[in-house]
């Protein structure tokens, strides 16, 4: 319709016509793009707003990891211990003999959490969404998220080292595939002499309850970075409420 008075006012070289309707062209095509940039606007206000939530639930999913796995290594700590005392100073009573095959069942359990991160991954991602972000937050993002990258890779790292040279390897024990109540234990050919005077044995115990202790404290310390970003995420959120 515009476009047919244009072309009417233009045959008879009616210049102000021309002018007006270009003005109208003009500002309904600026009032459009500046309606649909404040539609896009609002839409990554609103998504950011949902993934920062998200992003606060991932770090209760993360802490509920650390928990179960503290609980996991505190649940035979105790006999854990006694074991490691008892072969290092090699008491051969049957007692010994259940404590440690008791030991090396629980050694064999899944000692690597599995710290989440899709959520934060997504974030740093989003360019749109990182625009809206206060500098102090983006700088606690970056911070969080260099954290957990190094303690995800050091958790794998030392989950395969722990793997390479868990005592489960080592030729003195064995299976009972005939029994799962026993499962791994000291091989019943292999007294506790034997196995507290070999060095590659005790080594190889003592190497993987370290790991495990070692993971733990590890994620207790990663814990405080949680708390810390936590803080910094509660605060945006509510700069956005």
């Not at 595939?177 to 791994?184: A, K, R, S, V, Y």
Request: aromatic share 8%; with cysteine.
């Amino acid at each position: 319709m515009i476009t047919r008075r244009i072309a009417t006012a233009l045959r008879r070289q009616d210049w102000v016509v021309v002018i007006i309707e270009l003005i109208l062209v003009f500002t309904g095509v600026v009032v459009a793009l500046k309606f649909d940039n404040w539609n896009t606007v609002n839409r990554n206000q609103r998504e950011l707003t949902e993934m920062l939530e998200r992003l606060d639930d991932e770090l209760d999913l993360n802490a509920t990891v650390i928990t179960t796995l503290g609980e996991r290594v505190a649940l035979n700590a105790e006999i854990r211990n006694q074991t490691v005392a008892a072969i290092e100073s090699c008491e051969t009573t049957p007692e010994v003999r259940t404590q440690l095959n008791t030991t090396l069942n629980d050694l064999t359990g899944d000692f690597s959490p599995l710290l989440s991160a899709n959520t934060l991954v997504q974030l740093n991602r989003r360019d749109q969404f990182l625009d809206l972000l206060t500098p102090e937050f983006r700088t606690a993002l970056g911070v969080y998220t260099n954290q957990i990258e190094e303690e995800r890779a050091q958790l794998q790292f030392n989950a395969n080292l722990r793997w390479d040279q868990h005592v489960m390897k080592h030729p003195f024990v064995s299976a009972d595939l005939t029994d799962l109540m026993q499962g791994i234990q000291l091989s019943p050919q292999v007294t506790l002499l034997e196995a507290c005077s070999d060095p590659a044995f005790k080594r190889q115990l003592f190497a993987t309850a370290i790991f495990v202790e070692s993971t733990r404290l590890r994620v207790n310390r990663f814990q405080g970075y949680m708390d810390e970003f936590r803080v910094e995420l509660r605060a945006e959120m509510d700069r956005r409420s």
